[in-house]
């Protein structure tokens, strides 16, 4: 070896020695396994290395001799070690042993190329060019492209020398084909690697066209066919991943390029028992058909060209292959084509009864089905079809879960049926899935049954509420089937029932009827409908009968009852609702359970509710329910009072709430709109006033001082509607033992009242001075009623009480002691004593309070000066002139503001009387008395006419008089 270091130049023979010290130090990283592990990137490295120093000893070679013949050989054999060792290093996750495989394939290429001689031979030429189109091919695919393009470039050269070199014996031509395409293939596919489409596309129109196609062996036509394959692919791949459409219709078209490329190659290949390339040829068409569907959006015509390559590909699978994953994928493809090319319903149904026919059930593929289903929008037929197919296969077949993949296809059927248009269509549809299952003696489990009625419920549900109601019906009815029977027994009354409210919704009660009849169970609710039906029909003593057997039948709820009592209300059947009511009063029970007695209240609360709501109406009974509202409302208070002394008030103080609103509403209602009811609306006043002292003791919170106010208002408005109605019953002459018993009754809840108005005004409860006030006036008219009670009853002396009672309050008392003063005034039998009595304290209240009505204060003035005078005590004259000289003082004050303010007949009456009355008692020689009169008649003289004249008349008798009284003076 130092012999040949003497023979190179300097240079060259120091680039040797390099090239063999680096072989030393990579071949034992190559061979043992864990140098490879811990050092990829520094054996990388060094093999570039040992590349680019094996390439530039080519390029400085010396031409061959004796001593070039032994580095030749050195260098090809190590060349051609490191291209063995190349394809025995294991592939790595992280791709680092194809980038050492590509990078020792460069070096033993390149050292086998730097060991060549100046003028190889055609075989040595196809050796190198096939290494050059490998390694080139292996550096690409790592991603190294500077590297496989000077690779491939070398790779060139040898092509073009192979074509000059001459085939001596005509033995090489395939080797030659195989190692050209082979390097066409190589160069094809790093341009497409490198992105250069333009190069990918070259080379591969060389390949197509070249001559040497037919000389190659099958397995390199397999080869070159698969790698066109997969640059197809790859360009699918990329297409169907954007999101542009026309970007992705443009990868598309590029695919169908190199598929049909592909397919072309293939075409030579015969099938036979080669299974390779049998699926080669599947994978053809199986892009192929994608590639034309994923371009079918620039070229529309595409699609049928898709369609075309699917059957071919279906009617290539042999009958043992039609279960299998590839298979069911072409299936599903056409599916897509046709659903994108719109094809016809009969073309859609043959795709996806092949597909159903041919797939293994399970819940993918079920669920395969049913999803692709949902996308066919109103192609309410091919759903329905495919559905029962689906079913019919489920059905057929023996050992499947068949119990799971039912449900899922009938719910989803039943879906899809409930979204049709044609109703008919869809009874049809279930109505046949179903007898599919019965002629197939499946019965569904309950758990599935149910799944089903509560689907058809819920379409009947919504069709009910549309007022769609025969449609209703017949949703209703399917659950009838016996594909359900494992939920009969319990479903169909249920089903038959809803099924009899859709016909009485419509109005079609004979067909009502006859579905009622169906059921056999005796349930609550079947007897209502039966009620119901027999309501609409008139049959008012059957509908009677029905409610007292639904009473009694299982499953029976109050709530029925309610529902009755409004149906019979808005039928006007009065007997029926007697009937329904006292069912219900039977129902709620006198267990003292509190909640009992709370459920009973709220029943009432439903009842009062309902009877306010008829009541509204026109036309309505209104006496005959305003009684029965008031029985409603005294139950109300009777269960009130239970939960009271339970301690449980609380718990339905909304309901006393809303029970006093209602009453205290209804009874305002009453009050202007109701003729002749003073005694109903005073019912339901002390009914509210009831309610409200309820709430009052139920709140767990201060009381609003509202509900104090409510509680006046309402304690007064009883008692005053109770007086009203009390005139009118004396006015029509009633019996004395009834007079009297009425009289003391509402004596009695006048005295109550008034009672509970000043306990309320006494707690400080009211606030507002105008509440304050209105109750005060409440009192006062409390006084005045009793008054009017006491006059009928004659009981005197009662009456005194309450006028000396009336003259303890402070504000209001001259307008009660008025209406007081009226009553006696106009009351024959009235004593003198009550009516003085009166008349003086309304007299004393008017100048006490400054509440003064002159023309009034004149007449009782009057009334009092009369009645005292006629006594003709010396007391009572002295009462008399003091309410004289007041009246004086009232002429004095308000004269001058109003001439006319003091009547002038009562005038003239004060006159005359203090004239007459000072003579009489000069007369009888009571001379003080009379010096009073006297003095003034004279007073009053100035507002009268023609006073002057008269006072001086008055004025010579006062003078006599004075005479007289002196003379009389002096005597004694």
Request: one cysteine or more; a negative charge.
């Amino acid at each position: 070896m130092s012999a040949n270091k003497r023979k190179l130049p300097s240079g060259l023979a120091e680039t040797f020695e390099t090239i063999k010290g680096l072989l030393i130090t990579i071949k034992p990283k190559l061979i043992d396994p864990s140098e490879k592990q811990h050092g990829w990137s520094t054996i990388h490295s060094e093999l570039l290395h040992l590349s680019s120093l094996a390439e530039s000893f080519t390029k400085r070679r010396p031409r061959s001799n004796k001593e070039w013949i032994s580095i030749a050989d050195t260098l090809d054999r190590e060349g051609v070690w490191l291209w063995n060792v190349a394809t025995s290093i294991p592939p790595t996750r992280d791709d680092h042993a194809g980038q050492i495989t590509a990078a020792a394939r460069l070096a033993g290429f390149r050292l086998v190329e730097a060991g060549l001689e100046q003028n190889p031979t055609a075989e040595t030429l196809i050796h190198v060019l096939h290494l050059a189109s490998k390694a080139g091919a292996s550096l690409s695919a790592s991603g190294n492209h500077d590297h496989a393009g000077s690779v491939l470039g070398s790779a060139a050269k040898y092509e073009e020398a192979l074509k000059k070199a001459e085939d001596l014996e005509h033995s090489q031509g395939q080797a030659r084909a195989r190692v050209v395409l082979l390097y066409y293939a190589s160069r094809m596919e790093a341009a497409w690697r490198e992105g250069n489409d333009g190069i990918a596309d070259f080379m591969l129109s060389r390949i197509s066209d070249s001559d040497q196609l037919n000389s190659l062996l099958p397995r390199d036509r397999e080869l070159l066919v698969a790698k066109v394959l997969e640059i197809g692919k790859t360009v699918l791949k990329a297409g169907s991943q954007e999101s542009n459409p026309a970007v992705r219709g443009a990868r598309g078209h590029d695919a169908v390029k190199w598929l049909q490329k592909a397919f072309a190659l293939s075409e030579p290949l015969e099938g036979g028992d080669n299974v390779s390339t049998r699926h080669l040829k599947r994978a053809i068409l199986r892009s192929l058909a994608r590639a034309y569907f994923l371009s079918s959006s620039e070229e529309p015509e595409n699609l049928v060209r898709a369609e075309a390559s699917l059957n071919e590909l279906i009617s290539s699978i042999d009958s043992s292959e039609h279960t299998s994953t590839e298979y069911q994928q072409l299936r599903w493809m056409r599916i897509a084509v046709l659903k994108k090319r719109k094809a016809g319903h009969v073309l859609l149904l043959e795709a996806f009864q092949s597909i159903i026919d041919h797939m293994s059930l399970s819940d993918n593929t079920i669920t395969d089905i049913l999803q692709e289903l949902r996308g066919l929008g109103e192609e309410r037929a091919l759903i329905v079809a495919t559905h029962q197919r689906c079913l019919q296969r489920v059905l057929d077949t023996e050992g499947s879960p068949r119990e799971g993949l039912l449900d899922r296809i009938l719910l989803s059927l039943l879906f899809h049926c409930s979204k049709d248009t044609d109703h008919a269509q869809s009874m049809q549809a279930i109505s046949a899935a179903f007898k599919s299952l019965t002629d197939a003696r499946f019965e569904l489990s309950k758990i599935s049954a149910t799944a089903c009625l509560t689907l058809l419920w819920q379409f009947g549900d919504r069709l009910y509420q549309n007022k769609r109601w025969a449609e209703a019906a017949d949703w209703y009815l399917a659950g009838t089937h016996k594909a359900l029977t494992s939920v009969a027994r319990l479903s169909d009354g249920k089903c038959l029932r809803k099924a009899a409210l859709c016909y009485i919704q419509q109005g079609d009660l004979a067909q009502a009827a006859a579905t009622i009849r169906r059921c056999s169970a005796q349930e609550a609710a079947t007897y209502y409908v039966k009620l119901l039906i027999a309501v609409r029909q008139g049959f008012e003593d059957e509908a009677i009968g029905l409610v007292r057997a639904m009473v009694t039948a299982s499953g029976f709820d109050r709530k029925t009852l309610m529902l009755a009592t409004q149906l019979a209300n808005e039928s006007d059947m009065k007997n029926l609702l007697l009937s329904v009511l006292e069912a219900l009063l039977e129902t709620m029970g006198t267990s003292g359970n509190p909640s009992s007695d709370t459920e009973a209240l709220t029943l009432a609360r439903c009842i009062i509710r309902l009877i306010l709501k008829l009541m509204g109406e026109p036309g309505a009974n209104r006496e005959s329910l305003v009684q029965v509202l008031i029985g409603h409302f005294r139950t109300a208070i009777l269960l009130i009072k239970k939960l009271e002394e339970s301690a449980n008030l609380a718990l339905v103080a909304r309901d006393i709430s809303w029970l006093w609103r209602a009453a205290y509403n209804c009874a305002i209602q009453g009050c202007s709109e109701w003729e002749h009811s003073e005694s109903s609306v005073s019912d339901i006043f002390d009914i509210a006033r009831q309610l409200l002292e309820a709430y009052r003791d139920a709140s767990l919170t201060e009381t609003d001082v509202e509900i104090y106010l409510h509680i006046i208002d309402a304690s007064f408005a009883t008692v005053a509607g109770r007086v009203f109605a009390l005139r009118k019953q004396l006015s029509g002459g009633h019996d004395i033992e009834s007079r009297e018993g009425c009289l003391r009754s509402v004596l009695q809840d006048i005295a109550s009242c008034r009672k509970r108005i000043c306990a309320v005004t006494d707690s400080a409860k009211l606030e507002d001075a105008e509440d304050i006030s209105r109750s005060q006036s409440y009192v006062h008219v409390l006084l005045v009623f009793e008054v009017e009670i006491l006059c009928h009853m004659r009981d005197w002396e009662k009456l005194l009480q309450v006028i000396n009672e009336t003259l303890q309050l402070d504000q209001g008392a001259i307008n009660t002691f008025e209406a007081m003063t009226d009553i006696l005034w106009v009351e024959k039998g009235c004593p003198v004593n009550v009516l003085f009595t009166a008349l003086e304290a309304i007299l004393h209240a008017s100048l006490d309070r400054g509440s003064l009505s002159i023309n009034k204060f004149s007449r009782w003035l009057r009334a009092i000066c009369t009645m005292l005078l006629s006594r003709n005590t010396s007391e009572d004259r002295t009462k008399a002139i003091g309410y004289v000289e007041q009246a004086v003082h009232v002429l004095e004050d308000h004269t001058d503001r109003d001439t006319q303010a003091y009547p002038i007949d009562e005038r003239q009456w004060l006159l005359g009387t203090t004239y007459n009355t000072g003579i009489e008692c000069l007369h009888a020689s009571l001379l003080d008395e009379a010096k009073r009169w006297f003095e003034a008649s004279t007073t009053i003289c100035r507002f009268v006419p023609d006073g002057g004249t008269r006072a001086g008349k008055i004025s010579e008798t006062y003078t006599r008089l004075l005479e007289r009284y002196a003379s009389y003076s002096s005597s004694a």
